[in-house]
């Protein structure tokens, strides 16, 4: 399960500016999945709303109070504001979609939580991006992939699509029929997709670790038709958030506390998780982490390699790559000549080929850009996101100074 880890090295430095640890004492770490926090004598941090570090025992249960429980963050009324920028993130992952249509994974609600019933809403949204073309939904439609514990075999999944036109009420089809649709250049279209989850007992449900909704669509246009797949991870299955988690010694350099949260997604807001699952944990001189991947797929930066297609450039550029790199295969080239350009991935390639004549390697994650260095390709991560090409995060730092804001972490 993808756990929340806090602290890329841009977040551990940051933290450590934050807490700089004395010569004479002995630091404590503890981690989140992969993250980090570390324990020194003599510091002073205060807290604010949010606060991650506590004064005393009163202080800590006084806060503990005010939390949000763990379903909260993914479902819960604080994803708004998170959501609110997907449309941005995931263009950063793409500085031109091929057919001109982006549909987001939008915001979802778990409105039925019975033992045999599970029922969850979603509000997506297609978006023209282009200027000055009209581009065609011609086709939408969904399928649903869970995770359990156990067999799903007794469990059953049903999908309804409605579609939420702007100025339209089209009246609802029990057929699951959907009409073609003209979207105007620059302008957005809206769908509410109803997930059914039933079970013929009790407690099965509970076994479930994730649902893996699939809405695949067909855009008609200037560029053709083409055929495209959005993917929506829901988590089913919460932790629950342990006062008193067992300290792990490392060595005589302090004790680490790894910190298991729920299977992430887009819907979680950092904040919100570190509040939750962190915040009864830490103490005064505490250092967080975070991984580089739970970020990144917090924000959304995860493609699946059906949406991906591979210039000729990539096909090349991907041979010269050992066989274990994640830049080996074409789509994982691809996904970051998306990012970076096509025409700076081919300068970075052909200055590394030549550098490594003269013994010099290293020259093409110069060059390339950040992303290089960060991109996983297909199993690089756990599932469900095994079968996704994970980017690397955007704004670390400012993700840091975010937080340490809204926390109040001084």
């Known amino acids: 399960m993808v756990t929340c880890c806090y602290a890329m090295m841009q977040m551990e430095k940051a933290w450590r500016r934050s807490f700089p640890i004395q010569k004479d004492a002995a630091p404590r770490f503890g981690t989140m999945g992969s993250s980090s926090v570390a324990r020194c004598s003599g ?39 998170w959501l609110a920028d997907e449309l941005q993130r995931l263009l950063s992952m793409q500085k031109k979609p091929i057919n001109g249509m982006v549909l987001t994974r939008g915001s979802w609600t778990w409105d039925i939580d019975l033992p045999t019933v599970y029922r969850f809403r979603g509000i997506m949204q297609f978006c023209n991006i282009t200027r000055a073309s009209e581009i065609f939904i011609n086709e939408v ?3 649903v992939v869970l995770l359990s514990n156990n067999s799903p075999d007794l469990v059953t999944t049903s999908i309804e699509i409605h579609p939420k036109h702007p100025g339209v009420k089209p009246a609802p089809r029990k057929d699951g029929y959907w009409p073609a649709y003209i979207t105007q250049a620059g302008k957005a279209t809206s769908i509410e997709v109803v997930l059914h989850i039933h079970a013929n007992k009790s407690g099965l449900l509970k076994e ?3 649902a893996c909704v699939e809405i695949e669509y067909v855009s008609y246009g200037p560029h053709g038709c083409s055929f495209d797949v959005q993917h929506v991870i829901l988590p089913l299955q919460y932790p629950r958030v342990l006062e008193n988690n067992p300290w792990q010694r490392v060595g005589g350099a302090g004790a680490i506390l790894p910190i298991r949260t729920h299977l992430l997604s887009h819907l979680d807001n950092p904040k919100e998780v570190l509040s939750t699952y962190v915040l009864p944990h830490i103490e005064v001189g505490d250092v967080i982490a975070i991984c580089e991947t739970p970020l990144a797929i917090m924000q959304g930066r995860f493609r699946h390699p059906c949406g991906i297609y591979p210039s000729i450039v990539a096909r090349l550029a991907c041979r010269l790559f050992h066989p274990t790199s994640s830049l080996a295969t074409a789509c994982g080239m691809q996904v970051l000549i998306d990012i970076s350009g096509q025409l700076r991935v081919l300068f970075a390639v052909i200055i590394a080929v030549i550098s490594r004549l003269f013994g010099i390697r290293g020259m093409f994650y110069r060059l390339a850009g950040k992303q290089a260095r960060l991109i996983d390709d297909v199993s690089g991560t756990l599932p469900p996101y095994d079968k996704f090409i994970t980017l690397g995060p955007v ?14 972490i001084k």
Do not use: F, I, M, N
Request: with cysteine; glycine share 8%.
């Open 43 to 81: 510091l002073r941090p205060e807290y604010k709303e949010y606060g991650c570090c506590s004064k005393s025992s009163a202080d800590t249960s006084s806060r503990a109070a005010k939390h949000v429980a763990p379903r909260d963050c993914t479902y819960g009324d604080c994803q708004g504001l």
């Open 141 to 143: 439609c969904g399928r």
């Open 208 to 210: 479930l670790q994730a």
């Open 395 to 408: 704004h670390a730092q400012a993700t840091v100074d975010d937080l340490k804001t809204k926390t109040g």
